[in-house]
């Protein structure tokens, strides 16, 4: 058996297809919006999306959604989300546009401690020894790597955060999550000196 951490770093989908056809029918649902996946984040002029997570009884289905596969679906905005949730170790409420309050609509149910205590180290293993070891010199960043299929292809996931700064780059029908990890990498690299926390 593979340790979580180790899957985690390497992005092993069956370690997630196990433990996800072990959750109840709403358990991926439930903890998605804990991560902002599935709340309604309304900014005047601006429509927002984060993704879904349905629930389902049906077990294939919930195995698929659990590696971020079957009717699981994702924005860029919502796993920027998921990644500053881990940062600051709650559901944030970002400011989108300056003068313009955002509000929040869903069930933002709180995160224990401990189980963001045990996601950081994991998402730092998968930048100092993982599929994002590409982007380890660029600070202490913390990120999970993925690789959304479709019939023909596959979208390429990095989201993380680094100091105060959550991201989620998306290259659409990119591949591999490698090319995501390197548009990240550049992003970093042109950034001013002392710009992040």
């Known amino acids: 058996m593979v340790p979580l951490s180790r899957a985690f770093a390497s992005s092993c989908n069956t370690t997630f297809a196990e433990l996800s056809s072990k959750l109840p029918p709403r358990g991926l649902t439930q903890a998605a919006s804990r991560y902002g996946i599935g709340l309604d984040y309304r900014v005047e002029g601006i429509t927002t999306v984060t993704g879904s997570v349905p629930p389902t009884v049906d077990l294939a ?72 070891k590409e982007i380890a010199g660029c600070g202490e960043i913390f990120g999970k790597t993925g690789e959304a299929e479709f019939p023909g292809g596959s979208h390429s996931w990095f989201a993380g955060y680094r100091g105060d700064l959550a991201f989620a780059s998306l290259i659409v029908g990119g591949g591999s999550s490698e090319y995501a990890v390197r548009m990240t990498k550049m992003m970093f690299e042109i950034l001013p000196p002392g710009y992040l926390a």
């Open 61 to 132: 289905e919930r195995t698929e959604d659990g590696f971020g596969q079957g009717r699981v679906l994702a924005s860029p905005f919502g796993m920027a989300l998921v990644a500053a949730t881990v940062a600051a170790g709650k559901t944030p409420v970002p400011q989108l546009i300056v003068g313009r309050p955002t509000a929040v609509e869903g069930d933002g149910t709180p995160i224990s401690s401990k189980m963001i205590d045990a996601l950081r180290p994991m998402m730092r293993l998968v930048v100092t020894n993982g599929t994002a």
